[in-house]
């Protein structure tokens, strides 16, 4: 005999969203109110620390920052060096803020007719797909000014390769920008419908409990990705802004 949770299964989906339709565009409505909300809340933080900065015993949110920053920093300047990229420490600071508030949105109580108010917007290909392509482009924009122009940029790029497999490069900076955004947003996505089959196979009163379980793991699910994905930034720009000596 089918139990109703067992039944209810068949109407589990991945990948829907709430959509708006404008100007002949479809816009997936859920993904962008997470995205503002999240950079809200980025902006009222870093605007409370500033408030309250002080070079004295920081306060627990200062603290945060601080030693998110100097973790940052030190593998900034251990792979490419703080002198020569300054500005990775506030991109990967920002990128990593950004990210672990969007993925612990999913935290919040906070649904309506059993969705989710506000999904993980690293859940969507759509956040996740931009934000590897801007750290792709800014890379060789960062680069191409180090190696003084992007003709000289692309002969550093192809420097690594023997010249019959010089179009692996391609392969591999495609490959780059896909494993970057696709590893985010797959494990956010899991998180996602590992949460949707506890509370549609399991009876209510047992499913809270599991539930509260996953989501505590998905806080550290969340924030895991979120400084992997900071992390291969660094990484990605100590790469293309490395100085190779010709031998």
Known sequence: MTTPYLAA?????????SQWHLFGLTLNSDTIISTVVASVILLILGFIVRAKVTSGPPNGLQLFFETVTKFLRDQIETT?????????????????SFLLICNWLSVLPLTFNGK?????????????????????????????????????????TLKGHLPAFAPMWVIEEIS?????SLRLFGNIL?????LEVIATLLPP?????????WKLFDLFIGAIQAFIFAFLTIIYFSQAMEIREDH
């Open 205 to 213: 009163e047992i499913s809270w409990v599991l539930n509260g379980g």
């Open 116 to 156: 989710e108010l506000l999904p993980p917007p690293a859940g969507d290909v759509n956040l996740v797909y931009p934000l590897a392509l801007l750290v792709f482009f800014w890379k060789h924009v960062a680069g191409s000014r180090v190696h003084h122009g992007p003709g000289h940029q692309l002969a550093h």
């Open 190 to 194: 899991a998180g996602g419908i590992m």
């Open 80 to 96: 490419v060096g703080v002198k020569v990229a300054p500005f990775l420490i506030p991109l990967s600071l920002v990128l990593f």
């Open 176 to 180: 780059g920008v896909v494993s970057h």
């Open 9 to 17: 299964s068949t109407n589990i989906t991945v990948g829907e969203h």
